[in-house]
Structure formats: structure tokens, C-alpha cells
């Protein structure tokens, strides 16, 4: 019984650890421990790649905040959310979906409401949204990192992203 218990447990580690296919594209990501970011992800040859440029949030939470506060836009949490929508619709102007992002970069600026440090919980609370959710499942590779400043002094997010055509 304890072979038979190590032969299926083995079995399992296996399967966590195969590869999972997006959609008809041929991508490949690789996730194995099922984490809402992918170790890596294989576009095959021939796949046609888009790059975004980095974006910013648009939406304004704050009209009575001063525009070139962090205030106006919200924090990084509700700026995550508002660049996410942004890429979404320009990639929906492309006939693209995020489903198809298969890289992104996050660029964080400190927010001055936690002493200057990223946060990197709020932008999670958002990512999470979009990517590795049971409608929308797969995920992307993904670096995370902070940066002395953005565009502007109200900006807490810059994201940017690659994204394959199906």
C-alpha cells in the first residue's frame, strides 16, 4: 500500500509539473506550482508578438486632489486596476485579449502613503483580476520591480506588456 500511495503521489508532482497549453496558440506555460504568475512561458516560431508600450491609469478618483499628486489617481491598488483597463481595451482595439499577454513588466514607484515603498499587495489585489482567474486562466511571465519615479509625480504604475496574435 505505501508503494502504491508513492507511485500516485509521484504521479501527481508530474502532473503539477507538466505544462499548460494557451488556448490554440501553441504557447506554452510553464506553472508549476499554479501561481497566478508563470516561471516561463514558450512562444513557438512563426507566432506573431505585439509589444505594448508601458501604460498608465487614467482614471481619475480624485478631482479635488492636486493632478500631480499620487491622490488623484489613487492608490497603487486602484492605479493597477485603471492600467489594467487600459491595456485591456487597447488590446481589445488589436482584436487581442489579455489572455493572449504572455510577458509583462510592472514598474512600481514608491507610494508616499507607505513611507515610499511599493506595494506590492495592492497591485496584486488587481493583477489578480485579470490573470489566472477561472474566465480568464492563464498567466503571464511577469517581473515586478520598483523604480525611483514614473511619468509623473501622481503615477504609482507603469505596466507594459507582450502579447502573442492567435
Known amino acids: 500500500m505505501k508503494k502504491l500511495l508513492t507511485t500516485a503521489a ?3 508532482t508530474l502532473l503539477a509539473a507538466v505544462p499548460a497549453l494557451a488556448g490554440d496558440k501553441g504557447v506554452v506555460i510553464y506553472n508549476p506550482k499554479k501561481a497566478p504568475i508563470a ?3 514558450e512562444v513557438p516560431a512563426g507566432k506573431t508578438l505585439v509589444f505594448l508600450s508601458g501604460k498608465l491609469s487614467q482614471d481619475v478618483v480624485d478631482p479635488k486632489a492636486p493632478k500631480d499628486s499620487p491622490a488623484s489617481l489613487g492608490d497603487t491598488e486602484t492605479q493597477t486596476l485603471g492600467t489594467l483597463k487600459v491595456i485591456e ?3 481589445k482595439s488589436m482584436g487581442l485579449g489579455m489572455k493572449d499577454v504572455v510577458k509583462m513588466t510592472v514598474f512600481l514607484a514608491g507610494d ?3 513611507g ?3 506595494d506590492f499587495g495592492g497591485m496584486m489585489k488587481s493583477y489578480t483580476k485579470f490573470f489566472g482567474t477561472p474566465e480568464q486562466p492563464n498567466v ?3 517581473s ?3 523604480v525611483a519615479a514614473l511619468a509623473g509625480p501622481q503615477f504609482l ?3 507594459e506588456v507582450m502579447a502573442v496574435r492567435p
Open 10 to 12: 509521484l504521479g501527481a
Open 39 to 41: 516561471s516561463a512561458v
Open 89 to 91: 481595451a487597447d488590446l
Open 112 to 114: 508616499p502613503a507607505k
Open 116 to 118: 515610499g515603498k511599493l
Open 140 to 142: 503571464p511571465a511577469r
Open 144 to 146: 515586478t520591480v520598483q
Open 157 to 159: 504604475v507603469e505596466i
